[in-house]
Nanobody
Framework: QVQLVESGGGLVQPGGSLRLSCATS????????MGWYRQAPGKERELVAR???????NYADSVKGRFTISRDNAKNTVYLQMNNLKPEDTAVYYC????????WGQGTQVTVSS
């Protein structure tokens, strides 16, 4: 019932696009602010974007203007549209409740390279 399943990652060239999905349970999704996080090798996990139940969004400066977070309440799913990808976006991407984390999922690998 308490689950987070990320998908949609892959290998893309610089300037390419990917759309990540995060399937959640109703319990997780209900009244929580949801966030996308990423962790690159040798670095700490960082918040990329977050979205409130009402649809208000916030982004890290490094991705502002390139990434868009959204949610589908009927599907209990959070999305991250990633455009104009750069090599520095390479990381494992995770979703979770903002700040008050549930158990982490496996994440999905995004690799940006020629």
């Amino acid at each position: 019932q308490v689950q987070l399943v990320e998908s949609g990652g892959g290998l893309v060239q610089p300037g390419g696009s990917l759309r990540l999905s995060c399937a959640t349970s109703r319990i997780i999704f209900s009244l929580n602010v949801m966030g996308w996080y990423r962790q690159a090798p040798g670095k700490e996990r960082e918040l990329v974007a977050r979205i409130t139940p009402g649809g208000t969004t916030n982004y890290a400066d490094s991705v502002k203007g390139r990434f868009t977070i959204s949610r589908d309440n009927a599907k209990n799913t959070v999305y991250l549209q990633m455009n104009n990808l750069k090599p520095e976006d390479t990381a494992v991407y995770y979703c979770n409740i903002f700040e008050n984390y549930a158990n982490w999922g496996q994440g999905t690998q995004v690799t940006v390279s020629s």
